[in-house]
């Protein structure tokens, strides 16, 4: 086995080839040429990665190996592990972006000449750029990361460094997906946009994955803190590729309650996403600490404790923005420091989001705003409401959630620009602080905004009522014919692995692109996987690019591609129409483009569909399911018989739109007439 040799499992090998493991099975036991083992352990042996993919180009099964799967595996095969593998790579990559000249220095090194080399290299621009005191460890030996120290350069060379790490560790996260919780993309900008616009220095004291501080740009420093050491180490890594050179960026690990790692450091914003529910968050070591300026917070109130500790490190008038449980603008046992923050003008801002908005995604979480209180200044008399749920969307769909955010960014910019904002049923209101101080200290905004008004009321009501007659009737007319009985069908089939591989159809996974930093274009829509379920136009939009105006090329659907969502366990196929051709295809999402001198849309999406092709194709966890879309099967049928079946499909596909149709209809109507018999807009007749 050569010195540098990356190993692979049976379950990597299979990812390569785009087959299941059973194959990779067989492929051991029939072919007496297949690579040997040489590592890991009787029931999960590992082979020489160069040794397979040698053996698979031979035998047709693996034309190229795309080097972004070549680069993963390097990662995933590392001895210490992929957090230690990120490290390094990160490393080199912070090396490249510091001086892009290097790649071809260090690519014309041998292999004992880079790993003796790098080390030093390594350390310098880390202490560089966190200081010396940082999370980053690198091993004293990098003799066995060679291999994957020349991928990552070969995929930076055209990616670019930071897009290059960004790759790595959105594959180290998707694979461990309840190891971590995660701060999505969409409440990230939000909770930035509240806390305004490029402020001089950050802190996240809780930084998980550095979503929070990636969607600021902050001018002068970032502070961050993480109690896992090698999340906060791949986080460091991550925000220092993301953030201006000129900023100066400090990560640190470990507990930020019980150790702080910043004690004497005040900044200009505060953004949050604490960990919900925790007991033991120091309640019986910190009783008697300074942070509780509002009050001492209850066991069962982590959520105050880390609100405090950050006020604590806002400087006079700077901003906190909070992501909470909506239990916290409730609960009994936190209402006296509740009172204090309203009676002092600390708490300015309640932001209610849509259920589903961020994790736990059960629950609709409210985002808190803070300002810290000034001396000299009084504090203010009122306090902002907010609930997102109010926001029309269409039909009965919710809101899409680029409104929601910019209703949102637009009640608080008046709010804070004016000290109050016209009052909207159902979605925002300026409420007095004294109302709130009674027994309860309630600030859960739907408790206190005056419900909605049924839309139009009873005339709106009827035009309802006859779009949902009419749309009955159609649903009746286009209703499948009876179905004519047949026997199982025994046809060959192939799977969309091999027919990606022959050519017929090009395969995609959607997650990607940003738009333009500077606003010169348009954000482009992205069709996301809930647009997918639920049959609607895209309603997501790209995110900004970064400040040097690089901007990452997104998947781009076209009329009469397949989309196909990969979470949840649903047999989802669509084929993309004119009114979704041009957007973005969103996270989780993989696009079929077919050849259809070969293969037919329809048809496609059909077969896709089946409960038992799912099925087969489906990987489960404890908490959910994932369709591995290369296994999905297709039937091998002349091109006149799949467009047969595609028509019928496609027939099928037209009824159930127009049952979903109806169903958000009858929805609207029937809530309609409680809303109105209700609030008195509409009698009982």
């Given at each position: 086995?050569?010195e540098?040799?990356?190993?692979v499992?049976?379950?990597?090998?299979a990812?390569?080839?785009?087959?299941?493991?059973?194959a990779?099975?067989?492929?051991r036991?029939?072919?007496d040429?297949?690579?040997?083992?040489?590592?890991g352990?009787?029931?999960?042996?590992?082979?020489?990665?160069?040794?397979?993919?040698?053996?698979?180009?031979?035998?047709?099964?693996?034309?190229?190996?795309?080097?972004?799967?070549?680069?993963?595996?390097?990662?995933?095969?590392?001895?210490d592990?992929?957090?230690?593998?990120?490290?390094?790579?990160?490393s080199?990559?912070?090396?490249?972006?510091?001086?892009p000249?290097?790649?071809?220095?260090?690519?014309?090194?041998?292999?004992?000449?880079?790993?003796?080399?790098?080390?030093?290299?390594m350390?310098?621009?880390?202490?560089?750029?966190?200081?010396?005191?940082?999370p980053?460890?690198?091993?004293d030996s990098?003799?066995?990361?060679?291999?994957l120290?020349r991928?990552?350069?070969?995929?930076?060379?055209?990616?670019?460094?930071?897009?290059t790490y960004?790759?790595?560790?959105?594959r180290?996260?998707?694979?461990?997906?309840r190891?971590?919780?995660?701060?999505p993309?969409g409440?990230?900008?939000?909770?930035?946009?509240l806390?305004?616009e490029?402020?001089?220095?950050?802190?996240d004291?809780?930084?998980?994955s550095g979503?929070?501080?990636?969607?600021?740009?902050?001018?002068?420093?970032?502070?961050a803190q993480?109690?896992?050491?090698?999340?906060?180490?791949?986080?460091?890594?991550?925000?220092?590729?993301a953030?201006?050179?000129?900023v100066?960026?400090?990560?640190?690990s470990g507990?930020?309650?019980?150790?702080?790692a910043f004690p004497?450091?005040?900044?200009?914003?505060?953004?949050?996403?604490?960990p919900f529910?925790?007991?033991?968050?120091g309640?019986d070591e910190?009783?008697?600490?300074?942070?509780?300026?509002?009050?001492?917070p209850?066991?069962?109130?982590?959520?105050?404790a880390?609100?405090?500790h950050?006020?604590?490190?806002?400087?006079?008038g700077?901003?906190?923005?909070?992501?909470?449980?909506?239990?916290?603008?409730?609960?009994?046992?936190?209402?006296r420091?509740?009172?204090?923050?309203?009676?002092?003008g600390?708490?300015?801002?309640?932001?209610a989001?849509?259920?589903?908005?961020?994790?736990p995604?059960?629950?609709p979480?409210?985002?808190w705003?803070?300002?810290?209180?000034?001396?000299?200044?009084r504090?203010p008399?009122?306090?902002?409401?907010f609930?997102?749920?109010?926001?029309?969307?269409?039909?009965a769909?919710?809101?899409?959630?680029?409104a929601?955010s910019?209703?949102?960014?637009?009640?608080w910019?008046?709010f804070?620009?004016h000290?109050?904002?016209?009052?909207?049923p159902?979605?925002n209101?300026?409420?007095p602080?004294?109302?709130?101080?009674?027994?309860?200290?309630?600030?859960t905004?739907?408790?206190?905004?005056p419900?909605?008004?049924a839309?139009?009321?009873?005339?709106?009501l009827?035009?309802?009522?006859?779009?949902?007659?009419?749309t009955?009737?159609r649903?009746?007319?286009?209703?499948?014919?009876p179905?004519?009985?047949?026997?199982?069908a025994?046809w060959?089939?192939?799977?969309?692995?091999e027919?990606?591989r022959?050519g017929?159809?090009?395969?995609?996974?959607?997650g990607?692109?940003?738009?333009?930093?500077?606003?010169?274009?348009a954000?482009?829509a992205?069709?996301?996987?809930?647009d997918?379920?639920a049959?609607?136009?895209?309603t997501?939009?790209l995110?900004?690019?970064?400040?040097d105006?690089?901007?990452?090329e997104?998947v781009?659907?076209?009329?009469g591609?397949?989309?196909?969502?990969?979470?949840?366990?649903?047999?989802?196929?669509r084929?993309v129409?004119?009114?979704?051709?041009?957007?973005?295809?969103?996270?989780?999402?993989?696009?079929?483009r077919p050849?259809?001198?070969a293969?037919d849309?329809w048809f496609?999406?059909?077969?896709l569909?089946?409960?038992?092709?799912?099925?087969?194709?489906?990987?489960?966890?404890?908490?959910?399911?994932?369709l591995?879309v290369?296994?999905?099967?297709v039937p091998?049928?002349?091109?006149?018989?799949?467009?047969?079946?595609?028509?019928r499909?496609?027939?099928?596909?037209a009824?159930?739109e127009?049952?979903?149709?109806?169903?958000?209809?009858?929805?609207?109507?029937?809530?309609?007439?409680?809303?109105?018999?209700?609030?008195?807009?509409?009698?009982?007749?």
């Open positions: 086995m050569p540098h040799a990356s190993e499992t049976a379950a990597g090998i990812r390569l080839a785009g087959v299941g493991r059973a990779v099975s067989n492929w036991r029939r072919h040429d297949f690579p040997r083992p040489v590592g352990s009787d029931t999960s042996p590992t082979y020489e990665l160069s040794a397979v993919e040698r053996w698979l180009h031979e035998q047709g099964k693996l034309p190229s190996v795309p080097l972004h799967e070549r680069l993963w595996q390097r990662a995933d095969s590392h001895p592990g992929v957090p230690a593998a990120l490290r390094i790579a990160g080199l990559l912070m090396l490249f972006q510091e001086d000249r290097l790649q071809i220095s260090y690519s014309a090194a041998t292999d004992d000449e880079l790993a003796a080399r790098l080390p030093a290299d350390e310098a621009v880390l202490a560089a750029r966190f200081g010396a005191e940082h980053v460890r690198l091993p990098l003799d066995e990361a060679v291999p120290l991928t990552t350069a070969k995929f930076a060379q055209d990616t670019g460094p930071a897009q960004e790759f790595l560790f959105g180290y996260l998707d694979a461990n997906p190891q971590f919780t995660l701060t993309q409440p990230a900008e939000l909770m930035a946009a806390a305004g490029r402020p001089g220095s950050v802190l004291p809780a930084c998980g979503a929070l501080l990636r969607a600021c740009a902050p001018t002068a420093s970032v502070h993480e109690i896992d050491p090698e999340l906060a180490s791949l986080t460091a890594l991550r925000i220092a590729m953030t201006d050179p000129a100066r960026v400090r990560v640190a507990d930020s309650l019980r150790e702080d004497e450091d005040s900044v200009d914003t505060v953004l949050c996403h604490p529910n925790e007991r033991n968050w309640h910190l009783g008697y600490d300074a942070r509780w300026e509002y009050g001492f209850a066991r069962t109130e982590s959520e105050l880390w609100l405090q950050s006020l604590a490190h806002v400087r006079d700077g901003t906190v923005v909070m992501l909470m449980p909506p239990a916290a603008a409730s609960r009994r046992s936190g209402r420091v509740r009172a204090d923050l309203l009676r002092r600390a708490l300015r801002a309640v932001v989001l849509p259920a589903g908005a961020a994790p995604h059960g629950l979480l409210h985002l705003v803070l300002r810290k209180p000034e001396p000299d200044r504090p008399a009122e306090l902002l409401l609930d997102a749920a109010g926001i029309p969307g269409h039909g769909e919710k809101a899409p959630w680029y929601v910019a209703a949102a960014i637009e009640a910019t008046a804070d620009g000290g109050a904002v016209p009052d909207r159902g979605v209101r300026t409420l602080v004294i109302e709130l101080l009674d027994d309860d200290v309630d600030v905004p739907a408790r206190h905004l419900p909605p008004a839309e139009g009321g009873a005339a709106a009827e035009s309802v009522r006859d779009r949902l007659a009419m009955l009737r649903t009746a007319e286009i209703a499948p014919a179905p004519a009985a047949g026997e199982p025994r060959p089939t192939t799977t969309v692995g027919l990606a022959a017929a159809l090009l395969m995609r996974a959607g990607g692109g940003t738009a333009p930093a500077d606003g010169s274009a954000a482009r992205v069709l996301t996987e809930h997918v379920v049959g609607g136009d895209p997501g939009l995110p900004p690019g970064r400040p105006g690089s901007v990452e997104p781009v659907v076209e009329e591609d397949v989309v196909v969502p990969v979470l949840g366990g649903g047999a989802v196929a084929v129409d004119a009114a979704s051709a041009g957007a973005a295809l969103g996270r989780n999402v993989y696009l079929l050849d259809t001198s293969l849309p496609l999406a059909g077969f569909r089946g409960t038992a092709n799912n099925r087969q194709a489906s990987s489960f966890a404890s908490t959910s399911t994932r591995d290369r296994r999905l099967q091998r049928l002349p091109l006149a018989d799949q467009r047969r079946y595609g028509e499909f496609r027939t099928l596909a009824f159930e127009t049952l979903r149709q109806a169903t958000q209809l009858g929805d609207l109507l029937v809530q309609g007439l409680y809303d109105g018999l209700t609030d008195g807009t509409v009698r009982p007749g």
